[in-house]
C-alpha cells in the first residue's frame, strides 16, 4: 500500500489537520505526517482517530514527529470544526505590556501621569491578561511610588502576571529601595520577556 508523507513542519495549527484531513477525503488510505511540535502531533493524532484511523507516533532524532495513519473502515460522524485544533500559544509566549514612560502620550504630564494609572487599572479588565508586566526608563517610577496603579498591579499579580522593573532605572531615579510591587529585574531578562512574547503591547 503506497503511504503519502504531508510534510507539516513550520506550519501553525490548525493547518496540519486541515491537510490531513484533505488528504483522507481525496482518499488516501495510508498517510505520513511530518510535524514539529507537540500541540500539532497530539491534534493530527486526536483529528485521525476522531476518524476511525489507526495512528502511530513515532519521534525523529530531528526533533520532529512523524505519524502513520492508516484509514478507517468508517469515516467517523463528528462534524469538523478548525477551532477545536487551535494551538494555544506557549507559556513563553504570552502576552507582555511594556510601561516605558510616567506619562500616557504627549502634552501634559499631569494628564499623562492619571492617564497612565486608569491604562494600567484598566488592564485587568481586558482579556487575556499579559504574562508580564515591564516597566523601564521612568515608568518604574509606577511601581515605587504611591499611585493609583499599586493596588491595580497588586491585583494583577495575584491573578499570575509577573512585574517586571528595571534595576538600572530604579538606580537612576534613586528609587531601588523604594519599590513597592513585583521584582527588579535585569536587561537580559527584559530582552528575553521581550523576543518570547507572543505580542507586546504599549500604552506609548
Known amino acids: 500500500m503506497k503511504i503519502q508523507t504531508i510534510n507539516c513542519k513550520g506550519l501553525a495549527c490548525p493547518q496540519p489537520v486541515i ?7 481525496q482518499g488516501a488510505d495510508r498517510l505520513r505526517v511530518i510535524v514539529d511540535n507537540e500541540a500539532s502531533r497530539e491534534n493530527v493524532s486526536r483529528f485521525a482517530r476522531s476518524r476511525q484511523c ?9 526533533g520532529c514527529f512523524y505519524l502513520t495513519i492508516e484509514a478507517g473502515d468508517t469515516p467517523g460522524d463528528k462534524p469538523f470544526d478548525p477551532n477545536d485544533y487551535a494551538c494555544p500559544l506557549p507559556a ?3 502576552m507582555v505590556y511594556v510601561i516605558s514612560s510616567d506619562t ?7 494628564l499623562g501621569w492619571a ?12 482579556e487575556p491578561l499579559p504574562s508580564k508586566i515591564i516597566f523601564y526608563n521612568s515608568g518604574v517610577k509606577l511601581v515605587a511610588r504611591q499611585s493609583g496603579a499599586l493596588d491595580a498591579l497588586a ?22 529601595s523604594e519599590i513597592k510591587i513585583g521584582h527588579i529585574s535585569n536587561m537580559y531578562d527584559i530582552m528575553t520577556a521581550m523576543s518570547e512574547a507572543g ?4 500604552p506609548f
Open 19 to 25: 491537510q490531513t484531513k484533505n488528504a483522507l477525503e
Open 155 to 176: 491585583a494583577l499579580q495575584k491573578k499570575g502576571v509577573e512585574i517586571l522593573a528595571c534595576g538600572t532605572c530604579l538606580d537612576f531615579f534613586q528609587l531601588k
Open 104 to 110: 500616557m502620550g504627549r502634552g501634559s504630564d499631569e
Open 92 to 94: 513563553s509566549a504570552g
Open 115 to 126: 492617564l497612565l494609572q486608569t491604562y494600567i487599572q484598566t488592564i485587568e479588565q481586558v
Open 199 to 202: 505580542k507586546l503591547v504599549s
Open 54 to 62: 489507526e495512528v502511530k507516533v513515532e519521534s525523529g532524532d530531528d
